[in-house]
């Protein structure tokens, strides 16, 4: 691999910003833990579950610079993105997209159409995200069949938790990027006033086409912007709150002259009422209420397709403390209803659908000893799902998916902790995967379903590791999942017109896909590290590392699974001082030359990142000046999860940032 001369591009922008805080708690050997509130109804400190669960906090996500959660995560071991566009990337999970990692804001689902296809967007911007969290395998069944894979939450603060110390306090950043010529502002405020607490947030986002080794990727351009107000009122140990949530995108498809126009309106409420009545502590009531809407059009405006989704989301819990044997518990219900419709002027991609599903679930913890805990939890639901297929015939179909799981916690020493888990989680055939039926812009494929398909169930089990050696530290996880009825989009190697009508070679324009179902089998590891190499009273350098690596393939030498992330190695170092910090982070990411019919293998890289992060006046607290690079080698890299990485599409090369911000 050809290094080429690192040349730093470096811009200066305004702003006025402000830090958003994860809770944190001082663990074992004085490390400081993030308290996690998405791996169970009980908030507990990320290593007190049976599952990895990682946090990304604030500092980590304004360091990273981008524009989606997947590429604020792109360090997470286990974690990759769709990298289908600038404007959408969503996160994958061990292997696990779309239908099988549910995307949060603030535990409430994100009620957008990022499932359905590669090319949309999540409406949550990384510029007003406090902290995500990231909780991968079982411990995710409290949010759903559509959790297998794992739960990405955004926590904002949107509906303030807590009431807030001070009167005001708040936080603005402006950054500029050279791949794009891109520019961004964001910032967020909390307040109290009385028994009131308030929450303000808002952002802009400007980014052209993105340069690449191989030039300019056309029609990669991005614009986003969003605003929000919430509030809650307390009175006693309980409280009342509720937001407005609005979110605008306009971006281009880069593997097609298409560009999607969003938009997005959400109401969001979580209320906290203490109840104190015997074993009966809390009863928590979160609920969600989103119109969605997106156009894909073409260069001149015109509109090919109007995509619409109507989303409530409801969840009632009641949180006991010790009954018997058991230390805490929590007893839940959950109704959603989903309306969805994907249209065109000449064929439609989905004729409308309505998705009610109906849920109870329970989590609760044993300490069997001291150092031996077990964490249960079971989830049965009712869905029912109406739509009209290809065959013009109104389908019903409903479903009673049952789902649980099991992990024992081990505290085997002081600094050694050992979890397994156990889970079987169902999960029933998404409304494209039963009725889509016509031709889909973005992504250039006609995709037909199948309403005859069945329930899908993943069986799992994973180990995991937690070490503190001293100084070092070390998390891992090794894990395997056998799909019965794994549903996939099967490339036919076809290709069809707008009106469908499908033939080999060069027929139509959009690749013929059709929904099937087959069993597979996924397994992978992952782990990271750290550890200091040099403590003085001036700083602290400390190294860091990071693997995974994910194989699936389908039952009986059926190959491999479309579209898996790929292996990644990877290393640096950082030093970390009152005034200033850097790092860097060198990753190698592996080739992917087993890959399923009709995709093309993905060359593997070295990706070098590298941040440097100024705190000059000591009398101006908060304010802090970024230096953030990326692909420092301007290496051509290529996203093998991409569906469109097949047709020319590179990620973006070498990317200077500077990011100024400032807390009051």
């Not at 902790?417 to 055939?429: D, E, F, H, M, N």
């Not at 690596?549 to 990644?568: D, E, K, L």
Request: proline letters at 5%; glycine letters at 12%; a negative charge.
């Amino acid at each position: 691999m050809t290094y080429r001369t690192l040349l730093l591009h470096t811009a200066a922008f305004a702003c006025a910003a402000l830090p958003a805080f994860a809770q944190t708690t001082v663990g074992p050997n004085g490390r400081v833990e993030s308290v996690v509130v998405t791996a169970s109804p009980i908030a507990e400190n990320a290593d007190q579950f049976s599952t990895i669960v990682d946090v990304v906090d604030r500092d980590e996500i304004l360091q990273q610079g981008g524009s989606n959660l997947a590429d604020a995560l792109k360090d997470v071991p286990g974690v990759a993105g769709t990298g289908f566009a600038a404007g959408a990337s969503r996160p994958v999970i061990r292997g696990m997209d779309a239908t099988r990692v549910k995307v949060l804001e603030d535990g409430i689902s994100s009620s957008d159409v990022s499932d359905i296809g590669p090319d949309h967007g999540v409406p949550i911007d990384p510029m007003i995200t406090q902290k995500i969290e990231v909780v991968r395998g079982a411990a995710a069944l409290r949010y759903g069949s559509e959790a297998i894979g794992g739960v990405v939450n955004a926590i904002n603060n949107r509906v303030p938790l807590t009431l807030p110390g001070q009167p005001i306090s708040a936080e603005g950043n402006a950054s500029y990027d050279s791949v794009s010529e891109g520019s961004q502002v964001g910032a967020m405020a909390d307040g109290s006033a009385g028994n009131f607490a308030f929450h303000a947030d808002g952002f802009i986002r400007r980014a052209s086409d993105y340069d690449t080794p191989l030039g300019t990727q056309e029609n990669s351009y991005s614009h986003t912007d969003g605003l929000s107000g919430g509030g809650s009122y307390f009175f006693g140990d309980s409280r009342v709150g509720a937001a407005a949530v609005l979110y605008n995108a306009n971006y281009g498809i880069p593997s097609d002259t298409t560009h999607i126009v969003m938009q997005q309106t959400k109401l969001m409420t979580d209320d906290s009422f203490a109840i104190g009545l015997g074993p009966l502590k809390t009863i928590n009531v979160q609920g969600g209420y989103a119109w969605y809407r997106h156009t894909e059009n073409e260069p001149d405006n015109s509109v090919d397709s109007t995509f619409k989704n109507k989303e409530a989301d409801g969840r009632v819990e009641a949180l006991f403390d010790a009954m018997g044997p058991f230390a805490n518990t929590a007893l839940g219900v959950q109704i959603q209803n989903r309306e969805y419709s994907a249209l065109g002027d000449d064929s439609a991609y989905l004729f409308p659908t309505i998705t009610q599903t109906q849920a109870g679930y329970i989590f609760t913890e044993v300490p069997f000893t001291p150092k031996l805990k077990l964490q249960a939890s079971g989830r049965a639901e009712l869905v029912h799902i109406t739509g009209t297929p290809a065959s013009d015939a109104y389908t019903s179909r409903n479903f009673a998916p049952l789902s649980g799981s099991a992990g024992l916690l081990w505290d085997a020493t002081d600094n050694l902790k050992l979890g397994l888990t156990a889970s079987t989680t169902a999960r029933v055939p998404f409304q494209t995967e039963l009725f889509a039926r016509g031709g889909h812009d973005g992504p250039d494929t006609f995709e037909t379903g199948d309403p005859t398909l069945r329930m899908e169930r993943a069986n799992s089990l994973e180990g995991t590791l937690r070490a503190n050696l001293g100084t070092v530290h070390f998390e891992g996880s090794l894990w395997g999942t056998h799909f019965n009825h794994y549903i996939y989009g099967n490339l036919t190697g076809r290709t069809c017109t707008d009106d469908g009508d499908c033939g080999p070679g060069d027929f139509g324009d959009l690749r013929e896909l059709n929904y099937a179902q087959r069993n597979a089998n996924f397994w992978g590891m992952e782990g990271k590290a750290d550890a200091p190499v040099l403590t003085r009273e001036s700083g602290t350098l400390n190294a860091n590392m990071l693997a995974d690596y994910v194989q699936a393939t389908f039952s009986n030498g059926g190959g491999a699974v479309p579209r898996i992330q790929p292996w990644r190695v990877g290393g640096g170092l950082t030093w970390n001082s009152k005034m200033f910090d850097a790092g860097f982070l060198v990753l190698g990411v592996g080739a992917r030359n087993s890959v399923a019919a009709f995709e093309l293998p993905t060359e593997g890289y070295i990706d070098l990142d590298a941040h440097a992060a100024l705190r000059p006046f000591p009398d101006l607290a908060g304010f802090e000046i970024d230096l953030v690079a990326h692909n420092l080698t301007d290496e051509i890299e290529r996203d093998a999860v991409a569906f469109n990485k097949d047709e020319g599409v590179v990620m973006p090369g070498r990317d200077i940032r500077i990011v100024l911000r400032q807390a009051l």
